[in-house]
Every structure is written in structure tokens, then in C-alpha cells.
């Protein structure tokens, strides 16, 4: 069995929900200094403890509603949370009153930008002009900044978290609340996805917050059920809000 069908096999989940944080203050600062044409976001937090916005919260009660709404065999046995306070808060919100065990899983954290957190990429140009050089050159998704991740690097996290669910969790209906790079790392290592194929992805397709991506099991193997899913709120007072396209330069976030 390749290592890119993970958790296929007769063992493991019955079905994978992968559920992206509510809109956060990052969110928010980052739209706001790309629009300014800024280089570096206006938000003093570290990335672990960037908060939902008022309207991620929003964003987060809807869900929990929607989830509540669920038949019985429609609801998470086990809920997984990246422990980065935007999306850890989300699943509480959505989820805490439901009998599910919640765990934090650091497997589930952002992408660790490095020296380039909290720069747009005017200022990853100005401040580490030989950097988005060989970023351009390396391509997205091997590309490592200085003390950073790549995201072949946050695939291998994703990778050893499916082992482990492969273990103790048949049957289980297992939702994981994580970030848009580590939701598209699931659908490379799920998939078998090649580079240029989630690139590709990547590029026509957004993430909106607190959408649901679905693996459902199928016989042997966990196939795609829905992707960034974000219908549940559609009838709610929360705003629709997804990553924008800056012209391949968003943040992971």
C-alpha cells in the first residue's frame, strides 16, 4: 500500500470532516495591509494566539448550529483541533456542548511562515528580495522560508496524524479543525495528488472559513464527499468570508 493511501484500507474512520478556523483578526489585518499595499500586518499577537473576529465567532456559532441540526450518525465521535487559538476556539464554539471527546493536536497548527510572518509579499520583495527570488524559483510548494515550513513539510505532519488514525478509530467519524494549507496537505496526501495538481487546486479554488471538506469511507478506501463546503451559512447573520486572491501570494492562515 503507497504511502499517499494512508488511510485507506478496511481500518480507520468511517468518514474525515476537515472544518477551516472562522474568520480571524490575522484574516482581517492581512486584507487590510494588502489593500494599503503595506508590507508588514498591522497585528501584534504571534500566530498561536491570533483571535476570531466577531464575525468569525458568528461564523462558529452558525456551525454549531448546523452540526446540532445533524441526524445523530451526522455528528463527530471525535473532534481534533490544530491548538492555534483561532481554530481550538472555533471548534468549542461549534461543538463544545455535543458528546464528543476534543482533543489539540499540534499536527494540526498553521504553517509555520517563519521570518516571513507577518509580511505581505511587498514586504517578503523589500526585506528578503534574494528569498522571493528562490521562492519563485523553488515553486510553492517546496519552497521553505528561513526558519519556516514548506508545505511539502506540513504534508508530512498530516501524514503521521493519518497513521495514527488508522489505530483505535474504527468507524469513527472524525472531525479535525485545522488551517487552509493543512486542509490542502489532506487532499495531496488522500488523493495522491501530484504538485502541479494541488497547485492547481490551490489556484482556482478557495477555502472560505468554517467550510467543510468530507471524506467519506467507500468499501476500501476514504473518497471526497464535499470540498470547502460553506452552505450552513448561507441563512446566517455571519458573513460569508473566504482568503482572497492577491496573485498567488496569500497568507497560509
Do not use: C
Not at 494512508?6 to 489593500?35: C, F, I, K, W, Y
Not at 504571534?46 to 465567532?57: F, I, K, Y
Amino acid at each position: 500500500m503507497g504511502l499517499t493511501r494512508v488511510l485507506q484500507g478496511r481500518h480507520g474512520p468511517v468518514e474525515l470532516v476537515l472544518v477551516r478556523h472562522g474568520e480571524s483578526v490575522g484574516n482581517l489585518a492581512d486584507t487590510e495591509a494588502r489593500d494599503a499595499e503595506a508590507e508588514r500586518l498591522d497585528l501584534s499577537a504571534r500566530d498561536a494566539d491570533v483571535e476570531l473576529s466577531p464575525n468569525g465567532e458568528e461564523q462558529a456559532r452558525t456551525l454549531g448550529r448546523w452540526v446540532a441540526g445533524l441526524p445523530e450518525d451526522g455528528r463527530p465521535d471525535l473532534v481534533v483541533s490544530s491548538p492555534y487559538r483561532r481554530a481550538a476556539d472555533t471548534a468549542r464554539t461549534a461543538l463544545g456542548d455535543l458528546d464528543a471527546e476534543m482533543l489539540l493536536d499540534e499536527r494540526l497548527r498553521e504553517r509555520d511562515l517563519g521570518v516571513f510572518d507577518g509580511l505581505t509579499g511587498k514586504g517578503i520583495r523589500a526585506s528578503y528580495p534574494e528569498e522571493a527570488e528562490r521562492r519563485s524559483h523553488v515553486g510553492k510548494f517546496y519552497y521553505q522560508p528561513p526558519s519556516g515550513e514548506s508545505w511539502a513539510d506540513v504534508v508530512l505532519r498530516v501524514r503521521s496524524l493519518l497513521a495514527d488514525l488508522r489505530e483505535g478509530y474504527d468507524g469513527a467519524r472524525v472531525w479535525l479543525f485545522t488551517h487552509q494549507a493543512v486542509i490542502m496537505s489532506f487532499r495531496y496526501a488522500l488523493e495522491g495528488l501530484d504538485e502541479a495538481e494541488l497547485l492547481d487546486i490551490d489556484r482556482t479554488m478557495r477555502i472560505p472559513n468554517t467550510s467543510v471538506t468530507r471524506y467519506r469511507r467507500r468499501d476500501d478506501r476514504l473518497d471526497l464527499v464535499d470540498f470547502a463546503d460553506d452552505s450552513h451559512l448561507s441563512t446566517s447573520p455571519a458573513e460569508k468570508t473566504e482568503e482572497p486572491d492577491h496573485g498567488g501570494e496569500a497568507r497560509d492562515a
